[in-house]
C-alpha cells in the first residue's frame, strides 16, 4: 500500500513509526450532471476500488455504496516547432456513490466574491455620479465657461 520506507533503527534514535500513504484523491467537479449522491474523485493511478473505498471509509468517515473507476486517456498532439508527439499523463477518475439520503453538493466558493465586486462597482459608479454633479453644481451660474477652468 505504500512505498515509503521506515528508517533503520538505530541505537539512541527514536523509532519513527508513522504510516503515510503515497495515495492522494482531488474531488473533482464532473463534466456531466450526475446524480445528486455521486461524488467524483481525480486519485493516484495506482489506487484499486477497494483502495479507495477504505480511504474513505477511515480518513473521511464517508460510507461509500459503490466505487466505481474509470481511466481517462488524453489526446496526442504533435509538438509544434519539433514535431513529436507529445501525450498528457493518464487520470483515473473514481465515482463514488454515497448510501441511500445521502447528497453531496459543491460549495458556492466564489458567491462572496461575486457579490462584493458587484457592490465595489455600484459605490464606485455612485461617487462618480456624485462628482459629476458637484461638477455641475459648482459651475452652473458660469454658462459659457470650460469646464476645465475652474478654481
Not at 58 to 85: F, L, S, W
Request: net charge positive; glycine share 4%.
Amino acid at each position: 500500500m505504500s512505498t515509503r520506507w521506515y528508517p533503520l533503527y538505530q541505537k539512541g534514535g527514536p523509532q519513527l513509526r508513522v504510516f503515510l500513504p503515497n495515495f492522494w484523491m482531488k474531488l473533482v467537479r464532473p463534466p456531466h450532471a450526475q446524480p445528486s449522491n455521486v461524488v467524483v474523485f481525480s486519485c493516484s493511478m495506482e489506487m484499486t476500488k477497494y483502495d479507495i473505498k477504505n480511504y474513505m471509509e477511515k480518513i473521511y468517515n464517508v460510507k461509500c455504496a459503490d466505487v466505481r473507476t474509470r481511466i481517462h486517456m488524453p489526446k496526442t498532439r504533435r509538438e509544434p516547432t519539433q514535431g513529436y508527439v507529445i501525450k498528457d499523463d493518464d487520470i483515473k477518475y473514481a465515482y463514488i456513490t454515497l448510501m441511500k439520503g445521502e447528497e453531496f453538493q459543491f460549495p458556492d466558493l466564489f458567491e462572496n466574491i461575486e457579490n462584493k465586486e458587484h457592490e465595489d462597482h455600484e459605490k464606485a459608479l455612485k461617487q462618480a455620479k456624485e462628482g459629476y454633479q458637484e461638477f455641475l453644481n459648482k459651475n452652473k451660474d458660469r454658462q459659457n465657461m470650460p469646464g476645465w477652468f475652474t478654481v
